[in-house]
């Protein structure tokens, strides 16, 4: 039984004619009534008792009818609901991003992207960026901005494109002694830590063990909310991305060269291509950036990097 068959039953039972269907149709006559027969051969019934003058239903054929119109009204709205989807007026894009980005970048991107395309459903989860790219090769994950790990810890099959530079920051609650601070002042001075597993704690303790020391915690363990309210509740600095700084209403000292900074990237799963939702997404993260850095208003610590 084909979905044409059952196009031109509807029809000669619309009409009650052969002929009639045929011109409503824009088909040959002939073709019509083999597609006819073929349909009643293949349901062992007549459809139609067919009479010089008029051609009305079988009792099968009242049967058949209001099947066959559901039928094609299901294959209509389900040809209607992919085109919908390729045309990026429905779908769905599942996003992955570091909560440090999900405070700062990501809102922007999301703002742009639903602007353009609001009816594709927007998921984001929030993790590190060791659990995302996790996610993203089991399939849970479109895209994921991510903080570029190194090599070994990446599983196989993703694919990472590297966005922007970030340099990292002091920040706490009273102003600094000096325009830009040095990893060796974070000596015997208590920091507020990250919980173990954030890229930003891994990234300050690095620094520190390259400076010859081991830093001291006044309190660890938070996320990035709790870490700026443990600052702004004076117990102590801490090392935080400039794009978050920048928003946190902190007193903010950038780093002496070298400073400590981190690598964003973009990341998805190699096995399966990109959705065309995910794709728009992609595009509409770089053209953000791409727009941003001409117009020197990407967040303050960051450059772009080559494409």
């Known amino acids: 039984m084909q979905l044409q068959q059952l196009r ?4 000669v039972a619309d009409t009650r004619h052969f002929t009639r269907a045929a011109e409503r149709l824009h088909v040959a006559q002939p073709s019509l009534s083999q597609q006819i027969r073929a349909l009643e051969r293949e349901l062992g019934a007549e459809l139609f008792r067919r009479g010089r003058g008029d051609t009305a239903l079988t009792d099968a054929g009242e049967a058949l009818l209001p099947l066959a119109r559901r ?7 389900a040809r209607s609901a992919v085109q919908e989807t390729v045309q990026l007026r429905r779908g769905r894009i599942r996003l992955g991003a570091p909560p ?7 809102p922007d991107v999301l703002r742009a992207y639903r602007t353009a395309y609001p009816g594709v459903e927007l ?11 996790g996610k993203l090769a089991a399939g849970e994950l479109d895209l994921a901005l991510v903080i570029t790990p190194p090599t070994v810890d990446r599983p196989p099959g993703l694919e990472l494109a590297e966005l922007l530079r970030e340099d990292l920051v002091l920040v706490s609650d009273r102003p600094p002694s000096r325009r830009r601070a040095r990893i060796q002042d974070l000596r015997h001075r208590p920091l507020v830590m990250f919980r173990q597993g954030y890229d930003l704690r891994e990234a300050t303790l690095a620094a520190c063990r390259a400076a010859g ?19 702004r509740a004076g117990l102590g600095p801490a090392v935080v991305p400039g794009m978050v700084a920048d928003r946190s209403g902190l007193a903010v000292t950038p780093f ?25 997404m992609r595009e509409v993260l770089l053209r953000y950036l791409a727009e941003a850095g001409q117009a020197g208003e990407l967040p303050p610590g960051t450059r772009l990097l080559a494409q």
């Open 8 to 11: 031109y039953f509807t029809a």
């Open 71 to 77: 039928i094609l009204a299901d294959a209509e709205s």
């Open 100 to 106: 440090s980005l999900c405070g700062s970048l990501v």
């Open 123 to 133: 998921l984001v989860r929030e993790d590190g960026s060791r659990d995302l790219l």
């Open 213 to 231: 020391f081991e830093p001291e915690f006044a309190v660890e363990g938070g996320e990035m909310d709790a870490v700026l309210g443990f600052v």
């Open 256 to 280: 002496a060269d070298p400073g400590i900074g981190r690598t964003i990237a973009l990341a998805h799963g190699t096995e399966l291509p990109l959705t065309r939702a995910a794709l728009a």
